[in-house]
């Protein structure tokens, strides 16, 4: 759990991602997050169920380097980013992003950054189940 950067199947804390980051400076002024849930409604169809999938060690390589880059970039103090790859149901949590910093406007900065170019960039797969079958889904940005 200390590691900053996972891919997992089981759940994730977010008091104890968020105690980790705050563990580790009295710097912090302000933390971001932003958690992504499974929806029961995607593209017009009901989802029963999403798979995730990942090519684990470059998924990692490339979610290490996010978080290096947003901590250069917006001069954050930490950051944390947490995927799981398991299958899901609508409401199950599937990713965590935080970025801590000094001030709130790094903060939210970071955390939307880190978000966004994880759905670009990082190869990690889902997968909808829905009535009319299965579909491999992509990215939006």
Known sequence: MNEPVRIQEEDFSQDAEINALKANSQRIGGIATFVGCARDFSEGRKVSEISFDAYGPMALAEMNKLRSEAIAKFGLLDARIVHRVTTVRAGDNIVFIAAAAEHRAAAFDGCRWMIDEL?????????EVTPQGESWVTPHP
């Open 119 to 127: 759905k670009q960039r990082v190869p990690i797969w889902k997968k």
